[in-house]
């Protein structure tokens, strides 16, 4: 059975994501050198049509040479994941995932800190 697809960006999609974010529309050649990880350029472009699928970039043909834009900033692209990361382990709760962060013993006390200076205040009643 296949795999269901996921609606927001995998680790290698994101890899190519982040090279468009930092050098704007190129051709999938481009993105090669760009890639933290050594990718075939067979499967940046399969890559680059699954970005397309889910509406993260789109193509442009110029000449013999398709150019890749992305159509989703990373501010969008953060928040996408982060609503996908709410509801699936979250439902759908802010609260809830603070309050995860701030059961972290890993988390140093700064950080926890500035997680309950972050969250709203409760409501009296």
């Not at 509406?55 to 989703?72: A, D, K, L």
């Not at 509801?87 to 926890?112: C, Q």
């Amino acid at each position: 059975m296949a795999r269901k697809p996921s609606p927001t960006l995998t680790e290698a999609e994101l890899e190519i994501m982040e090279a468009l974010w930092r050098l704007g529309p190129s051709p999938a050649r481009a993105l090669l050198p760009a890639l933290p990880r050594p990718k075939a350029y067979n499967t940046v472009l399969t890559l680059l049509a699954i970005l397309e699928k889910k509406g993260y970039v789109r193509r442009e043909r110029q000449g013999r040479t398709h150019i890749f834009h992305p159509t989703v900033d990373r501010p969008t692209a953060c928040r996408q994941a982060l609503r996908h990361l709410l509801a699936r382990f979250f439902h759908g709760s802010p609260a809830l995932l603070v309050a995860t962060l701030l059961s972290d013993r890993e988390l140093g006390p700064e950080v926890r800190q500035l997680l309950r200076e972050l969250a709203p205040p409760k409501e009296e009643g």
